[in-house]
Nanobody, 114 residues
């Protein structure tokens, strides 16, 4: 059974850091490009960061220099290190393949206060 389980969100102040984790189940993880997406109420999910199966990365302009995506193929897990967080980063964060072909997980809420 395919499943995505995100964790690591929370309430932080502007300038602080969080590290999100996404554990995957039921897929051959090492074969997939993975990505982190985020969504705010009333808006579509947007792609925040992506990492290929070979480890190359790309970021949304709004998070370049602040976020870092990484993966551990042995643990079937993808991470998102978020530094210097801003209130505009407040959202529910999801992981998925790229393109997003799997059923979405529950996401993890990130709230950044000013």
């Amino acid at each position: 059974q395919v499943e995505l389980v995100e964790s690591g969100g929370g309430l932080v102040q502007s300038g602080e850091s969080l590290r999100l984790s996404c554990s995957t189940f039921g897929i051959i993880f090492r074969l997939y490009s993975m990505a982190w997406y985020r969504q705010t109420p009333g808006n579509q999910r947007e792609l925040v960061a992506q990492i290929s199966n070979e480890g190359s990365t790309h970021y949304h302009d709004s998070v370049k220099g602040r976020f870092g995506i990484s993966r551990d193929n042995a643990k079937n897990t993808v991470y998102l290190q978020m530094d210097n967080l801003k209130p505009a980063d407040t959202a529910v964060y999801y992981c998925n393949t790229l393109p997003s072909n799997l059923a979405w997980g529950q996401g993890t809420q990130v709230v950044v206060s000013s």
